[in-house]
């Protein structure tokens, strides 16, 4: 019976998690590097930018990412092209 129970909730929770990411929105986990989490209200508004750590307190809130300071941008573009062309070597 709690072995069904689990299962079925799973099920459900994975439903759900995939539904959101579908819908374009940040369901957990840090962003990658250079990016920022933004919350957003239930109508697409945004409210504020997260801080490392920090979580949402309202369910019709979502999260969503946007771009970081520009120096951190232009870093994560320069580690990309070196990772890409194996100019200089780490």
């Known amino acids: 019976?709690?072995?069904e129970f689990s299962r079925e909730l799973g099920e459900k929770v994975f439903r759900g998690k995939t539904r959101i990411v579908q819908l374009g929105?940040?369901?957990g986990?840090?962003?990658g590097y250079g990016f920022r989490r933004l919350m957003l209200s239930s109508e697409g508004k945004p409210k504020?930018?997260?801080k490392p750590g920090e979580q949402k307190n309202l369910?019709?809130?979502r999260v969503t990412l946007i771009h970081g300071p520009?120096?951190?941008a232009f870093r994560r573009k320069s580690v990309g092209t070196?990772?890409?062309?194996?100019?200089q070597a780490w």
Do not use: C, E, K, N
Request: glycine content about 4%; charged content about 10%; cysteine-free.
């Open 1 to 3: 019976m709690a072995a």
């Open 25 to 27: 929105f940040w369901v």
């Open 29 to 31: 986990g840090p962003p």
């Open 48 to 50: 504020q930018v997260m």
């Open 59 to 61: 369910t019709t809130d």
């Open 70 to 72: 520009r120096a951190l």
């Open 82 to 87: 070196r990772f890409a062309t194996h100019s």
